[in-house]
C-alpha cells in the first residue's frame, strides 16, 4: 500500500511544514550574511603549485618540422596508390544481423 503525502492528509498541516523562505532555516535572528572565509585562489590549486615553466625556444623549429613531416606523409599516402575506396562490410553487420519477423 503507497503511503500517502502529508500534504494528501492535511492541506493546513502542509502549509505549516514548508518555510516561507531559506532565511527563515538559516539563522532567522539575522538573515543572510556574506561569507567572511577567503576565496579560492590560484595558490590553492596543486596544479599551478607544481607547474613548472619550460622554455619555448624551439617552438617555431618544431612547428616547421611538424608542417614537414604532415607533408611527406600526404605526399607518399598519394604516391603510394592505395586510394581503394573502404568496403562496406563491418564484423558489427557480420555477427550482428537485425533480428526478424518471424
Do not use: I
Amino acid at each position: 500500500v503507497p503511503m500517502k503525502a502529508h500534504s494528501a492528509r492535511s492541506p493546513v498541516e502542509a502549509m505549516t511544514a514548508r518555510s516561507h523562505s531559506m532565511k527563515d532555516l538559516a539563522r532567522p535572528d539575522k538573515g543572510w550574511e556574506a561569507s567572511k572565509a577567503p576565496g579560492w585562489t590560484r595558490s590553492n590549486c596543486e596544479y599551478t603549485s607544481n607547474f613548472v615553466s619550460k622554455p619555448l625556444d624551439a617552438a617555431e623549429v618544431n612547428r616547421q618540422l611538424g608542417q614537414l613531416f604532415a607533408s611527406n606523409a600526404q605526399q607518399s599516402s598519394a604516391a603510394s596508390g592505395n586510394n581503394l575506396p573502404l568496403g562496406g562490410e563491418t564484423t558489427n553487420k557480420q555477427y550482428y544481423q537485425s533480428p526478424t519477423r518471424a
